[in-house]
């Protein structure tokens, strides 16, 4: 089977395609992140704008660099939510328009089990069952897997994603956007013995997370710094640097417990903040503690990408599933913990 995969969810555009014998083909990505740096963040008008202007062309160029015509095609997969509602409309209208043209099934897929099967694309993917911690710009939340469709929320954030929390301590530290390799880039320079931030809801049982007070406390010392004078360069790094250790720290302390609690010895991290090389440092010191292994995407499948898309796309639609005709999904709240197995 040859599927297409199609991701529109935010504000980066990603096609793939994926066979069942030769695996990954091709894939393309076109990122808004320049045209959104100028307002700070993702403006959703134009974010589905771009998605309408970039999409059809990406499409063809994966399928040139497969060697592939429409009609070769077996089925297309999409993101159908969660994310913004209008750029999703424009995947989900795209594989439906094709999907009927060319008379193959679509579906449209969850964005985030994209992120939780994306290490799957590699070349030594981690086996059922494992726990997954998804840390990206939306979603902060650790997950027991035993299988496509098996999944068991175990802790999620109550407020700010850590990607959420990273952008807006980018913005009062005045970084560019995207905030999160702005803000690990600063804290390199930064001294980890000047500030201690606290390590939230750290000091009560359970998998939740919460940010928003980290958030608020890291904008207080940015005042306080301020108001002595005392706002300098270096300052600002030493700032950047105490507030990744707090979430490096309260990522890392959640998934220690997560281990501990399933007994498991596999640790899935994905998404954009899975990227951060402070994070991945801490993470194979607490599995090779445990004799567990820690799996991550390749960092180009760590953000939005339509390789991840496509795979879970496969899967499902391998397992009998498929858009009814017609009728497209764009769901821009959509819990992981109501998918079910195929």
Same mark, same amino acid.
């Not at 999409?55 to 095609?73: F, K, W």
């Given at each position: 089977?040859?599927? *297409?995969?199609? /991701?529109?969810?935010? +504000?980066?555009? $990603?096609? &793939?395609?994926?066979? !069942?014998?030769?695996? %990954?083909?091709? =894939?393309?990505?076109?990122?808004?992140?320049?045209?959104?740096?100028?307002?700070?963040?993702?403006?959703?008008?134009?974010?589905?704008?771009?998605?309408?202007?970039?999409?059809?062309?990406?499409?063809?160029?994966?399928?040139?660099?497969?060697?592939?015509?429409?009609?070769?095609?077996?089925?297309?997969?999409?993101?159908?939510?969660?994310?913004?509602?209008?750029?999703?409309?424009?995947?989900?209208?795209?594989?439906?328009?094709?999907?009927?043209?060319?008379?193959?099934?679509?579906?449209?897929?969850?964005?985030?089990?994209?992120?939780?099967?994306?290490?799957?694309?590699?070349?030594?993917?981690?086996?059922?069952?494992?726990?997954?911690?998804?840390?990206?710009?939306?979603?902060?939340?650790?997950?027991?897997?035993?299988?496509?469709?098996?999944?068991? *929320?175990?802790? /999620?954030?109550?407020? +700010?994603?850590? $990607?959420? &929390?990273?952008?807006? !301590?980018?913005?009062? %530290?005045?970084? =560019?956007?995207?905030?999160?390799?702005?803000?690990?880039?600063?804290?390199?320079?930064?001294?980890?013995?000047?500030?201690?931030?606290?390590?939230?809801?750290?000091?009560?049982?359970?998998?939740?997370?919460?940010?928003?007070?980290?958030?608020?406390?890291?904008?207080?010392?940015?005042?306080?710094?301020?108001?002595?004078?005392?706002?300098?360069?270096?300052?600002?790094?030493?700032?950047?640097?105490?507030?990744?250790?707090?979430?490096?720290?309260?990522?890392?302390?959640?998934?220690?417990?997560?281990?501990?609690?399933?007994?498991?010895?596999?640790?899935?991290?994905?998404?954009?903040?899975?990227?951060?090389?402070?994070?991945?440092?801490?993470?194979?010191?607490?599995?090779?503690?445990?004799?567990?292994?820690?799996?991550?995407?390749?960092?180009?499948?760590?953000?939005?990408?339509?390789?991840?898309?496509?795979?879970?796309?496969?899967?499902?639609?391998?397992?009998?599933?498929?858009?009814?005709?017609?009728?497209?999904?764009?769901?821009?709240?959509?819990?992981?913990?109501?998918?079910?197995?195929?």
């Amino acid at each position: 089977m040859r599927v *297409l995969g199609i /991701e529109t969810s935010c +504000d980066e555009t $990603g096609v &793939a395609l994926f066979d !069942t014998e030769r695996g %990954l083909v091709a =894939d393309a990505l076109y990122s808004q992140i320049a045209m959104h740096a100028e307002y700070g963040g993702v403006v959703p008008e134009l974010a589905s704008r771009d998605h309408t202007r970039r999409l059809l062309p990406l499409i063809q160029q994966v399928l040139d660099e497969a060697g592939l015509a429409r009609n070769e095609l077996d089925a297309i997969a999409y993101t159908a939510g969660p994310g913004l509602v209008g750029a999703l409309m424009v995947g989900a209208s795209t594989a439906h328009g094709m999907a009927r043209a060319l008379k193959i099934p679509v579906l449209g897929v969850h964005h985030m089990e994209g992120h939780l099967l994306a290490p799957m694309l590699e070349d030594e993917p981690p086996d059922f069952p494992f726990v997954a911690l998804l840390v990206s710009g939306g979603h902060t939340q650790l997950v027991e897997v035993h299988g496509l469709g098996q999944y068991r *929320l175990l802790g /999620e954030s109550v407020d +700010d994603a850590a $990607g959420e &929390a990273f952008d807006k !301590t980018a913005k009062m %530290l005045g970084l =560019d956007y995207p905030g999160g390799p702005q803000v690990a880039k600063l804290a390199e320079a930064g001294d980890p013995g000047r500030f201690r931030f606290p390590r939230p809801m750290t000091d009560r049982p359970g998998l939740d997370f919460s940010f928003s007070g980290l958030k608020t406390h890291t904008l207080t010392a940015i005042r306080r710094l301020e108001q002595d004078g005392e706002l300098d360069d270096q300052a600002l790094a030493d700032v950047a640097r105490a507030f990744e250790e707090a979430v490096v720290d309260t990522l890392v302390i959640k998934c220690r417990r997560a281990l501990d609690a399933t007994g498991l010895k596999r640790l899935v991290v994905s998404g954009g903040v899975s990227a951060n090389v402070r994070l991945r440092e801490r993470l194979e010191v607490e599995c090779d503690k445990r004799n567990a292994r820690a799996y991550y995407p390749r960092g180009r499948f760590c953000t939005d990408n339509g390789a991840m898309i496509a795979y879970v796309g496969t899967q499902r639609l391998m397992a009998g599933e498929h858009d009814e005709p017609g009728i497209m999904k764009a769901v821009p709240r959509w819990p992981m913990d109501s998918l079910g197995k195929p």
